[in-house]
């Protein structure tokens, strides 16, 4: 059921990659509001995945860019505007990518030009997007800005690597252009922290399988989903959350609150009752 919660708004998604992704999601969804937007992602992205079908659903235009590189952010801004006839309202940055973690490297054991390229991948990517359309003008005041995190940034999880470190530094961007964008044009910057989701990027993390059975049972309302995700993402470019800004927004079922559930402890009981017998 659609609100017409973006009635009348227009936004650029960063980072759909296929059907799976989170951005893909946030795209069908803000279609469905009554959204105008333009998508972006990388060229190689492009050319792998299908995003001009999701393009043609929500008459949208797809405008290449890589993230890292302020040139191609900034045509990703000034073409936007054109498309859509003015400053944009929100915009999403849903992009992360390890190499560290695509070829193995263990967090004792880092490639520091990888590292530098997660960072700036996955985090400073953020920066610069602020950092263009700040100077562009580019966002309506009451705007709404959008990146994805994981709590990984807060709490160490076995196998999540470098990217922990990048979300990290994601989350603090939030805050510090955050403070800047909300005195001086009234737009706010949040960062939404989502419970482990099975795309493109969620598959690469190091035992996702078990660590998504290990936070769906700890969790009071079970692991939230890609397209549950996607309608907070939705909700936050809204107007019905103007004052939420500088905001690390956990989505997760209730995870980042607990220490131990029932049905994690049920798991372990087994599991070690097995062990004492067996030793
Ligand atoms: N999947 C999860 O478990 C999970 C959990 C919490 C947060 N997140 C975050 O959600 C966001 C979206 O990831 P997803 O899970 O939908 O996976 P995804 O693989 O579908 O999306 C990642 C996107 O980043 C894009 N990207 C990579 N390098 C880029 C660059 N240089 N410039 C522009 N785009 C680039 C990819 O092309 C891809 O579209 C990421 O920030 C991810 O860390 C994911």
């Given at each position: 059921?659609?609100y017409?919660?973006l009635?009348?708004?227009?936004?650029?998604?960063?980072?759909a990659?296929?059907?799976?992704?989170i951005?893909?999601?946030?795209?069908?969804?803000a279609?469905?509001?009554?959204a105008i937007f333009?998508?972006?992602?990388?060229?190689?992205?492009?050319?792998?995945?299908e995003?001009?079908?999701?393009?043609?659903?929500?008459?949208?235009?797809?405008?290449?860019a890589?993230?890292?590189?302020?040139?191609?952010l900034?045509?990703?801004?000034?073409?936007s505007?054109?498309?859509?006839?003015g400053k944009?309202?929100f915009i999403?940055?849903?992009?992360?990518?390890?190499l560290n973690?695509r070829?193995?490297?263990?967090y004792n054991?880092?490639d520091?030009?990888?590292?530098n390229?997660?960072?700036?991948?996955?985090?400073?990517?953020?920066?610069?997007?602020?950092?263009?359309?700040?100077?562009?003008?580019?966002?309506?005041q009451?705007?709404?800005?959008v990146?994805l995190?994981?709590i990984?940034?807060?709490?160490t999880?076995y196998?999540?690597?470098?990217?922990a470190?990048?979300?990290?530094?994601?989350e603090?961007?939030a805050?510090?252009?955050g403070?800047?964008?909300g005195?001086?044009?009234k737009?706010?910057?949040?960062?939404?922290s989502?419970?482990?989701?099975?795309?493109?990027?969620?598959?690469g993390v190091?035992?996702?399988?078990?660590?998504?059975d290990?936070t769906?049972r700890?969790?009071?309302?079970?692991?939230?989903d890609?397209?549950?995700?996607?309608?907070?993402?939705v909700?936050?470019?809204s107007?019905l959350?103007?004052?939420?800004?500088?905001?690390?927004?956990?989505h997760?079922?209730?995870?980042?609150?607990?220490?131990m559930?029932?049905?994690?402890?049920?798991?372990y009981?087994?599991?070690?009752?097995?062990?004492?017998n067996?030793d």
């Amino acid at each position: 059921m659609a609100y017409n919660l973006l009635k009348g708004k227009r936004g650029i998604i960063f980072g759909a990659l296929d059907e799976n992704s989170i951005a893909w999601k946030v795209a069908e969804i803000a279609f469905e509001e009554g959204a105008i937007f333009t998508l972006s992602n990388t060229p190689t992205a492009l050319r792998f995945g299908e995003i001009n079908e999701l393009a043609k659903k929500c008459n949208a235009t797809v405008i290449p860019a890589d993230a890292t590189s302020v040139d191609d952010l900034t045509h990703v801004f000034t073409e936007s505007m054109k498309i859509l006839g003015g400053k944009v309202d929100f915009i999403l940055h849903s992009i992360g990518m390890s190499l560290n973690v695509r070829k193995k490297r263990v967090y004792n054991d880092l490639d520091y030009n990888y590292l530098n390229k997660t960072l700036d991948i996955s985090s400073i990517s953020f920066h610069k997007m602020l950092q263009v359309a700040f100077k562009l003008d580019a966002i309506n005041q009451w705007g709404s800005v959008v990146a994805l995190s994981y709590i990984a940034a807060q709490r160490t999880l076995y196998g999540y690597n470098d990217m922990a470190d990048a979300k990290a530094l994601l989350e603090s961007i939030a805050r510090s252009f955050g403070y800047i964008y909300g005195r001086e044009r009234k737009i706010r910057i949040n960062t939404i922290s989502q419970s482990p989701t099975l795309t493109t990027a969620g598959s690469g993390v190091k035992g996702v399988g078990s660590l998504m059975d290990f936070t769906d049972r700890m969790s009071p309302l079970g692991n939230a989903d890609a397209h549950e995700c996607a309608q907070y993402c939705v909700t936050m470019f809204s107007d019905l959350t103007r004052k939420v800004t500088m905001q690390n927004l956990f989505h997760d079922g209730g995870f980042s609150s607990m220490g131990m559930s029932l049905r994690a402890m049920n798991i372990y009981d087994k599991n070690l009752e097995q062990k004492l017998n067996g030793d």
